[in-house]
């Protein structure tokens, strides 16, 4: 069974500070995604990586996928209040389907 | 990427009914799958449903509890049959992207159903 552990679960942060949320596996996966979800609103994709090693940036935030599949980081750099939400990240399964992590619940105070 | 909407988009239910979900898309897609989350909390599949085929159901849930109607490549239904408490919860779909090779997925905004 493919699992992904998602870590820290909460971060409150202060606006300007840096932070990383780590989602680790004992399992290769294909391809990883990131997802942010904000209150009453369905998941948004971030960004999908799926070459081992790649990193890809997304204005203030950086995602890299290790380079044996199996891990994945988002760094978010001078965090903002905007930034607050629930970030998802999730592996590509056999059947189409995607296997998420807990959740990262980042709230960013001004 | 998709737009996905759905209706409704929240329900007070009393325990012992049923409440029907529906998820439209603004274009043709093969996967559609529905989610439930407790706020705040990651998602949990519900099944898979692909038009034209029974919907393939994860460990825990089961056909007489969660039917799924999937008519065309456009529209799901998700209907929660003889309510609970326990069956309050956010219930979300999704579909499978343009980039389905990476299992890419949109979301609809969710249906926020309180079971009383």
């Known amino acids: 069974t493919q699992l992904l552990e998602q870590s820290p679960q909460f971060l409150s942060i202060q606006e300007g500070e840096n932070l990383t949320v780590y989602c680790n596996s004992s399992?290769?996966?294909?391809?990883l995604q990131w997802y942010r979800q904000e209150p009453g609103e369905g998941p948004v994709l971030l960004v999908t990586?799926?070459?081992?090693?790649e990193v890809k940036k997304l204005k203030r935030l950086t995602f890299q996928f290790g380079d044996a599949r199996k891990d994945s980081s988002l760094h978010i750099t001078a965090a903002q209040p905007g930034d607050t939400g629930l970030y998802l990240c999730a592996g590509g399964g056999s059947q189409g389907n995607l296997i998420f992590g807990k959740g990262t619940k980042l709230s960013v105070k001004p | 990427s998709a737009v996905i909407s759905q209706k409704p988009s929240r329900d007070i239910c009393q325990r012992g009914t049923s409440l029907t979900i529906q998820c439209q898309v603004d274009s043709q897609v093969t996967m559609m799958f529905w989610y439930r989350q407790q706020p705040g909390q990651s998602l949990t599949l519900i099944a898979t449903a692909n038009q034209g085929s029974e919907a393939t159901y994860e460990s825990g849930f089961v056909i007489d509890k969660f039917p799924i109607s999937r008519p065309n490549l456009t529209f799901s239904t998700l209907t929660v049959s003889n309510m609970s408490p326990e069956d309050s919860s956010i219930y979300l779909c999704?579909?499978?992207?343009?980039?389905?090779?990476?299992?890419?997925?949109?979301f609809g905004p969710g249906t926020r159903l309180t079971v009383l």
């Open positions: 990586v799926v070459t081992g090693g």
């Open positions: 399992s290769v996966f294909s391809s």
């Open positions: 999704s579909v499978g992207g343009p980039g389905l090779y990476y299992n890419e997925q949109f």
